[in-house]
């Protein structure tokens, strides 16, 4: 019998991933959009005829409940949030109404509908915030330092609330920074792989930077959205850090990526306060290993690898732009 999947979020980098694996492993796929007017199918547009697309959102709890009782899927993967760590400084309210309670109203539909679906809750990393131990387990404290983590980590507690409350298939995934060539340009890998291509294309000068020192564990996307589809094929509900386990700085990223292109970081690169966050984490590093040991995951991909498949990414994207333009 073919499984179906519901993915909120499913137009974001991880969505986009976790819809290609599931259509490889036979899965029907409902993608559930907001109804806005700058919805942005870039990301899935290569899979788009191949899955269901369906108006919801998590400020409402009705469209949830509708969804599921017209789709009936078996597993529901929720990755919408608003995700940008500076943004939640700005809009923390609305930070708070759809990364926090948009999970219990997730949450509370599954369990009015069907509280046999299995259910996937994107933690992160930015939980810790503050790390009260390095690395940072399942069983590490938690001290967020944005209202995003701060969000996140309600999130993260309902999910448990729920799956002990009514007993159900309720994981959570306590993801580190994971990477692509589909992540946002507000996040600072892909502005620096961004910049690097234009820079080396003659499009730009120099990189305005936050705090080149801070440190993350970053693993690529493509491989963490694996451990998401695992977490839902278990026998029991649990949570589990994704991760790869080392961690490097931005400035180390900056200089893997403009040495890849034959050009040094030093030479381009600025800092500009705007761009430092009014609270900044301590050092994020992640243990996998339990996801290893009960998961069978690992990281495929090393961090030297990410930063080239993003900047070569940047490079063929901007190459292509000049050529639709000449």
Not at 3 to 8: E, M
Not at 224 to 234: D, F, K, N, S
């Amino acid at each position: 019998m073919t499984k179906r999947a519901l993915i909120t979020g499913i137009t974001g980098q991880d969505g986009s991933y976790l819809a290609e694996l599931l259509l490889d492993e036979g899965y029907e796929v409902v993608g559930m959009v907001r109804r806005s007017s700058t919805v942005n199918f870039e990301r899935i547009a290569h899979i788009q005829d191949r899955v269901t697309l369906v108006p919801g959102d998590l400020l409402d709890e009705v469209s949830l409940i509708n969804i599921l009782r017209e789709h009936r899927p078996e597993e529901v993967y929720n990755l919408a949030a608003q995700s940008f760590v500076q943004t939640s400084f700005g809009q923390p309210v609305l930070t708070g109404e759809i990364t926090a309670l948009g999970v219990t109203r997730l949450l509370d539909a599954i369990r009015i509908v069907d509280p046999d679906i299995r259910f996937y809750q994107a933690s992160t990393s930015e939980m810790f915030g503050k790390v009260q131990a390095v690395p940072q387990t399942e069983e590490t404290d938690f001290y967020p330092r944005s209202p995003y983590g701060v969000a996140k980590l309600y999130g993260h507690w309902i999910t448990i609330n729920y799956r002990e409350s009514y007993q159900m298939h309720a994981s959570s995934g306590i993801l580190f920074n994971h990477e692509s060539p589909r992540r946002g340009h507000e996040f600072v890998t892909r502005k620096i792989t961004h910049a690097v291509a234009q820079i080396k294309l003659g499009q730009l000068d120099t990189l305005a930077l936050g705090n080149l020192d801070a440190q993350r564990d970053w693993g690529f996307a493509g491989d963490y959205v694996e451990a998401m589809w695992l977490m839902l094929q278990q026998e029991e509900p649990d949570d589990f850090v994704i991760a790869t386990g080392s961690t490097h700085s931005v400035r180390e990223f900056c200089e893997v990526a403009f040495s890849h292109v034959g050009l040094d970081y030093e030479q381009y690169v600025t800092m500009d306060q705007r761009f430092v966050r009014p609270a900044e984490v301590d050092l994020l590093i992640g243990d996998p290993g339990k996801a290893k040991e009960k998961l069978g995951w690992e990281p495929k991909t090393t961090f030297a690898e990410l930063i080239t498949m993003m900047v070569d990414a940047d490079i063929d994207l901007l190459s292509g732009k000049l050529r639709h333009l000449s």
